[in-house]
């Protein structure tokens, strides 16, 4: 019996880790056109239709929470800094997060959307030749934040351009 109750907790604690439960159904989107990729829980989020011009997909959970991702090309010649420096207004006013890396940042923080207070995580990283931009955006409801942090860990782990 002992040996039960320690695989389960070990189980529990692995999930707990990973930030996935045990009835979460993780797979992973691609896409062609721009070799953005990202892995999701597709128990939780449903994935949109494509739009028109392929650059990327919209999912969405139950509870409002959304991912985007997306690739686009780099027709300004952007720069880290230059990128970051484009994101300003309302939208960021509560930023409480900021990291960079030498091809990627990531900023995060509250903001309304539909007049609810909500957390936002966005990630962008510049290929390796600066020929296109990777980004991929989450936000979902404040009141779910111990459900949503583990997923959003895990997906922007395994968020990546070319």
């Known amino acids: 019996m002992k040996a039960i109750l320690t695989a389960a907790a070990l189980a529990w604690l692995a999930a707990a880790v990973s930030g ?11 896409n062609d056109r721009f070799g953005t990729s990202l892995s999701y829980p597709a128990d939780v989020f449903d994935m949109q239709p494509p739009p028109e011009n392929d650059d990327g997909r919209m999912l969405v959970a139950a509870d409002g929470a959304k991912i985007l991702v997306f690739g686009g090309y780099n027709i300004d010649n952007e720069t880290i800094a230059s990128k970051r420096a484009s994101l300003k207004g309302l939208d960021y006013a509560l930023t409480s997060y900021n990291a960079t890396g030498r091809n990627w940042f990531v900023v995060s923080g509250h903001r309304a959307i539909a007049g609810l207070d909500s957390i936002f995580y966005e990630k962008y990283v510049i290929s390796a030749a600066s020929e296109t931009i990777h980004s991929l955006i989450v936000t979902y409801p404040a009141k779910s934040k111990a459900r949503y942090d583990p997923i959003v860990d895990r997906v922007a782990a395994s968020f990546t351009g070319p």
């Open 20 to 30: 996935a439960s045990a009835d979460e159904r993780w797979t992973t989107y691609a």
